[in-house]
């Protein structure tokens, strides 16, 4: 076959295989097109089709496929976080700050230090879960906020399907996941922060509050015709920057996008953008990241490593919300609702442990075991929540 016969070969197994299973299957319930579409992409990496037909995979999955796959993934994923960064909405999370960060500081520190835990626990047993250039603090603080991710677009995602999005408590749940999700962006910065590039970084960071501060000023006096370019150069720009400096592309994506408002775009559209670049572009993505997995450590390590974490992460979730809820005297079902919605993975912790592998932090095992319990988590959540929804929980309606 020629490079492009391969190369649509692939792009025609990661839309249909994903598409067809969850339609004939039925799984919306528990497992939605997203989820369906992560686990094609671990089944067509090298550890599940790479081993039961190594030279079907070979044939298709060529290095100049992969490289090709690759431009489209990088793409796929700045405009998505682009886009997340967009739909913070920092200015409610200040107007119910007292209630919004009680919630979030412990829906976010409670999971973060039982992955933490969890982390030290997976180093003592081995030593072939931390990357060749991986510290034990980046390693122990990169695995611990990965449990504490929420996954601030698959949330929008599930409150729309749940109708919860435009109730008092979908805003609230934002509220709360919003400010998770700055902190996690923030972490992610400090564990990337390269002390021999440091200047640079400054730079960076420097240029970006001059220019963001100007963006600021000229976006409200465009047409909304003119905003959209202007975004996307934006974009590219802060993307640029911050790969050249070592913070990586994806933290440059997420800057660009916090510093814009999403009023100043049609709400419809940028719905719209998100479910375009969620169904065109991001299930490339998720089969660039499936071809990153492996099974080194063996296969019942690397589900024991996942089941590990999933505990911390899920239990921890629970537990801090939890605490949250009676701290603020919230009503009875309340905090199990909102801590099942907020511990939701999915794409954010994906793109996370994204980047500890490209920066050789973790192991393709590590990544392995954190993308098996994004996925299982994921797929906790919407029958969990439909059960509590059917047994009345507070401020929400049944569905």
Known sequence: ??????????????????????????????????????????????????ALQPAVHAAIFTPEVITMLGGVALWAVTLFVFIAGIELDLGQAWQHRRESSITA?????????????????????????????GRTWQFVAGVGMSCAVT?????????????????PLGQRILRYASLDDLAIWGV???????????????????????LAAGLRRLMPRLTERDRWPLAL????????????????????????GASIEARWFDQEQLDRMRHQVLFLLMPVFFLSTGLKTQWGVGGSAVFAAAAWMLLASVGGKLAGVAL???????????????????????????????????????????????????????????????????????????V
């Open 151 to 167: 996954a601030l677009p698959i949330l929008i995602l599930f409150l729309e399907k749940l109708s919860l999005l435009r109730q």
């Open 233 to 256: 150069v934006w974009l590219i720009a802060c993307a640029l920057g911050a790969d050249w400096c070592g913070l990586h592309f994806m933290v440059g994506a997420f800057l660009a």
């Open 1 to 50: 076959m020629s490079l492009p016969e391969r190369f649509l070969v692939a792009m025609l197994l990661v839309f249909s295989v994903p598409w067809l299973v969850w339609r004939l299957g039925r799984t919306d319930h528990w497992a939605p097109l997203v989820v369906v579409q992560i686990v094609a992409g671990i089944l067509l990496g090298p550890g599940v089709l790479g």
């Open 105 to 133: 500081g412990l829906a976010m520190g409670v999971p973060l230090l039982a992955g933490c835990g969890a982390a030290w626990a997976m180093m003592g047993l081995s030593s072939g879960w931390i990357g060749p250039q």
């Open 188 to 210: 992610l910065a400090l564990i990337l922060m390269d002390w021999h590039r440091v200047g640079r970084q400054l730079v960076f960071l420097l240029v970006y509050m001059l």
């Open 324 to 398: 949250a809820g009676r701290l603020l005297g919230w009503a009875p079902g309340e905090a199990r609702l909102i801590g099942w919605l907020l511990q939701t993975k999915a794409l954010i912790m994906i793109i996370f442990a994204n980047v500890l592998l490209d920066k050789r932090i973790i192991t393709p095992d590590t990544f392995t075991a954190l993308l098996l319990m994004a996925v299982a988590s994921t797929m906790l959540t919407i029958p969990q929540v439909s059960r509590q929804l059917r047994g009345g929980a507070a401020g929400a309606q049944p």
